[in-house]
């Protein structure tokens, strides 16, 4: 039988949201102040979720056994650290910031999100079990989304 796509599914489903919040964020900058710092903050939220999905649950189940794998999961840790440190300073003066910043810290999204859709998340989805997947996704999904 086949092994599924759930995890990258997920994260897929996850990626975008990320973007369409981040976009929404954007979209406003400079129009509606607090409209923007709103999707910011949700966008922060969703960014913390998805993160510590990824950590805690996704990246612990995951026996690295070659190096290569090893240095691509310390490289997505570190490429966390720095999207959520830039978060944090995109919202400090957040009334000054331009859509330059924006899409600076998105072209720096877009490349991580391609490194783990590519090179991580199939390879999680064909070396784990059904049944370890689904309790993968079921950890990650009991975060709830913020109100």
Not at 52 to 72: P, Q, S
Not at 87 to 113: C, P, Q, S, Y
């Amino acid at each position: 039988m086949a092994k599924s796509d759930l995890i990258l599914n997920l994260m897929v489903s996850h990626h975008g949201l990320l973007e369409i919040l981040l976009t929404v964020a954007e979209d406003d900058l400079g129009r509606n102040t607090e409209r923007a710092r709103e999707a910011l903050d949700n966008f922060q939220w969703e960014l913390e979720k998805h993160i510590f999905g990824e950590e805690k649950v996704a990246f612990k189940n995951y026996k690295v056994e070659d190096l290569e794998t090893h240095e691509l999961v310390k490289k997505l840790e570190s490429e966390h650290a720095v999207m959520l440190e830039t978060i944090d300073a995109l919202k400090n003066g957040w009334e000054t910031k331009t859509k330059a910043d924006i899409a600076e810290f998105r072209e720096f999204m877009v490349k991580h999100r391609e490194l783990e859709e590519k090179d991580f998340y199939h390879k999680l989805d064909q070396i784990l079990s059904e049944a370890t997947k689904e309790e993968i996704v079921a950890r990650i999904n009991e975060i709830p989304i913020k109100k």
